[in-house]
């Protein structure tokens, strides 16, 4: 049986980056290093580089995140970018979207330890909350799927001229070109690709951003959308 990793001191840049919420950035690396671990959310090689590729390199995306929106963390899985953004802009209402059962169980234990009020856990595809949760401002990713197939299960969570945020690696500018027409069908309108972070982690974090018009998810998401609606007005006169 190998010993476990040990997690290194959180660097200095964290201390700026998490400001007030520094203390709970440091028991959510805890959380990660030993239950994380021990439940299989991550692996146990990924715990020296725990603030650097991980805590850090989410944190940042709160750069491109307009002030006071609705957030849905697609794929949550630890909770990354999810909880490290929460913990750096209260600001947002963020829901975390996860579909295994011993992630949201984990999930929630975080949110209840840090004291996340402005966070929701909810435990499902995103392909089937479509209509049980409020279309919201922006949707986030990481490390969930390759962007077309990511941008069909997160751009119909979108309300129109909403935008979806995907932190991606090296194989960004590639998979946006591979996705333009799929993005396209979805309602995008605009995409760019964003470098984010500058200061706090090298390689730069790499996001990219879809932005859609008023029909996110598209035609083929409309009549869905709008039955979705029609239900759940039906249901609160009930």
Not at 27 to 51: H, K, M, N, S
Not at 162 to 184: V, Y
Not at 201 to 215: F, K
């Amino acid at each position: 049986m190998t010993e476990a990793a040990e997690l290194p001191p959180a660097p200095e840049q964290a201390r700026e980056v998490f400001g007030e919420r520094f203390a709970d950035a440091v028991r959510y690396a805890e959380l990660l290093a030993e239950a994380g671990v021990q439940r299989g959310l991550i692996g146990p090689r990924e715990v020296p580089r725990l603030w650097e590729r991980h805590l850090l390199n989410c944190a940042v995306l709160s750069e491109v995140v307009p002030e006071g929106v609705t957030v849905c963390d697609v794929g949550s899985g630890a909770g990354l970018p999810g909880i490290p953004l929460a913990l750096v802009r209260e600001d947002l209402k963020i829901t975390l979207l996860e579909p295994l059962l011993r992630r949201t169980n984990f999930l929630t234990e975080v949110v209840e330890l840090l004291g996340l009020d402005h966070v929701t856990v909810v435990r499902g595809r995103a392909e089937e909350v479509m209509g049980k949760i409020t279309p919201v401002h922006v949707v986030t990713a990481r490390a969930v799927a390759p962007l077309d197939r990511l941008a069909t299960w997160g751009i119909p969570l979108l309300r129109p001229y909403g935008e979806m945020l995907a932190l991606k690696g090296d194989t960004a500018e590639e998979e946006l070109k591979s996705a333009a027409t799929a993005l396209t069908k979805l309602g995008a309108v605009e995409t760019s690709i964003v470098q984010v972070g500058e200061g706090v982690v090298d390689p730069l974090s790499t996001v990219v951003r879809v932005e859609v018009g008023e029909s996110p998810g598209g035609v083929r998401f409309a009549a869905k959308r709008a039955k979705a609606a029609r239900t759940g007005r039906a249901r609160r006169r009930r």
